[in-house]
């Protein structure tokens, strides 16, 4: 997977480049890990909103549906 690098960030790339060269793209590796976490937030988060709406709407969910 990969994060693309914002168009505002090129300029600060190409600072070392010469003869008339510029950036037209640039983006970074993510790994393995940080989506692994991505996705554990994600359920984490998920967990919490399933959770809180059953305790506002207890009448209205059931275990099977949680």
Do not use: W
């Not at 300029?11 to 554990?40: H, M, P, R, W």
């Amino acid at each position: 997977m990969q994060a693309h690098i914002p168009k505002e960030a090129y300029s600060l790339f190409g600072k070392g480049l010469g003869n008339g060269y510029q950036i037209e793209k640039a983006c970074s590796d993510i790994s393995i890990d940080s989506v692994l976490q991505i996705i554990t937030q994600v359920r984490s988060r998920l967990l919490d909103f399933t959770l809180e709406l059953k305790y506002q709407f207890p009448e209205e969910l059931t275990e099977q549906e949680v």
